[in-house]
Structure formats: C-alpha cells, structure tokens
C-alpha cells in the first residue's frame, strides 16, 4: 500500500474513532488542548501559511466532535495559540504543550487531542516529519507512547 494511500487510511480510522467518542469530548480541557494541538501542527514547520490555516478553518467547520463546541470560539481559541507560536516558537511550544497536558486527566481525551493532530498533519496528504514530531511531543506530554499511532 502506497504511503499516501496508508496516511489517508490512518486518519480517516482515526476520524471513526473520534465520532465515535463525541459524547465523551465535551470538556473545556479537550476544546483547548485539541485547538492548541492544531496550533502545534500547523507551525509544525516553524511558519503558517494560508492552506493550514484553511485545513484548520475546514476542520473545526466539518469535524463531527468539535461540532460540540461554537466554531468561532474555537477559531479564536487556535488564532490566539498561533500567534504564541509566531511570536516566539519555542517559547510559544513549551506554553502549548502545557495547554495540551492539561486533557492526560481523562485517557479518552488524551487520545482524542492525538488523534486530532494526526487528522490535522495528514489533511494535506503529507503529515511531514516536523508535524510528526510536535505530535510525539505532544504524546510525551500527555503521557501516551508514541507507538500506540505509529509515531
């Protein structure tokens, strides 16, 4: 199976899984921890450009489990992690790691913010080995093994 093919697979799996759990994602942890997720993701790279502000804007629109909470709240919600990642990455990634944190008291959560980094990285057909990386990052914070999502 082709690279791409199996990315597509993966997500689209993972997507299942987070619809199935949308009962259970309805904390303010996992609204902010999955929007600080998308953050760390689309910086991944180290700058933003439109189309992953737009793979964002998409997601947060037509994802089923953050239907759960008001989409313009949770654009302003990544806009505001976004701009402590341009203003100083570094900086910016160690507060949004401990944003993401936050959802490790609830498993389903932790796993849901993963997953959603996953759906988020592989939407453009390419989850790249600095948007792998944050999301490994962001197991390490969450206190899940990397391996459990081919990491």
Do not use: H
């Not at 502000?53 to 947060?60: E, G």
């Amino acid at each position: 199976m082709a690279l791409w093919d199996k990315l597509k697979e993966s997500a689209s799996t993972m997507q299942g899984q987070l619809e199935a759990k949308k009962n259970d994602l309805k904390s303010g942890s996992f609204r902010d921890a999955s929007m600080a997720m998308c953050a760390l993701v689309a910086a991944a790279d180290g700058s933003v450009d439109p189309s992953e502000r737009q793979r964002v804007a998409s997601l947060i629109a037509s994802n089923e489990v953050l239907r759960n909470f008001p989409a313009d709240d949770l654009q302003r919600r990544f806009n505001d992690y976004l701009a402590k990642l341009t203003a100083d990455f570094d900086f910016g990634k160690v507060s949004i790691l401990q944003e993401i944190a936050k959802a490790k008291k609830k498993p389903t959560e932790a796993r849901a913010v993963i997953q959603i980094g996953i759906v988020i990285g592989g939407a453009d057909g390419d989850f790249d080995k600095s948007e792998q990386g944050v999301v490994r990052e962001a197991c390490y914070a969450l206190g899940l093994p990397p391996a459990e999502f081919d990491l």
